[in-house]
């Protein structure tokens, strides 16, 4: 069992950038790949991030790429997703969430196990 919590959402203006934190308890979380997900809206969840175990690999989705990065500190148990040249349609409640154990990183969200409760990123002027 993985309980995931998000933080770091909030109200930006077009350009800037935020940093989410994804914080892990009640398992091993260096057994998990971990990725990030987001909902606008009246949308369905869509893929954003992930990456695998160990950290080494990475994979994202196309909108984000260049933009948005992902990376793991498995001593903290923390995932984080660092987000710079925002755009209004990157607003979204944006997920954490993890797969495994011993899974190999993922986009497609059917595959992950556990979700944290949602972070809101706003991105207006």
């Known amino acids: 069992q993985v309980l995931l919590v998000e933080s770091g959402g909030g109200l930006v203006q077009p350009g800037g950038s935020l940093r989410l934190s994804c914080v892990a308890s009640g398992s091993t979380f260096s057994t998990y790949a971990m990725g990030w997900f987001r909902q606008a809206s009246g949308k369905e969840r869509e893929f954003v991030a992930t990456?695998?175990?160990?950290?080494?690999?990475?994979s994202y989705e196309e909108s984000v790429k260049g933009r948005f990065t992902i990376s793991r500190d498995n001593a903290k148990n923390m995932a984080y997703l660092q987000m710079n040249s925002l755009k209004p349609e990157d607003t979204a409640v944006y997920y954490c969430?993890?797969?495994?154990?011993?899974?190999?990183?993922?986009?497609?969200?059917?595959?992950?196990?556990?979700w944290g409760q949602g972070t809101q990123v706003t991105v207006s002027s």
């Open positions: 969430a993890a797969r495994g154990p011993f899974s190999y990183m993922s986009s497609w969200k059917n595959d992950y196990d556990y």
């Open positions: 990456i695998t175990r160990s950290g080494h690999s990475v």
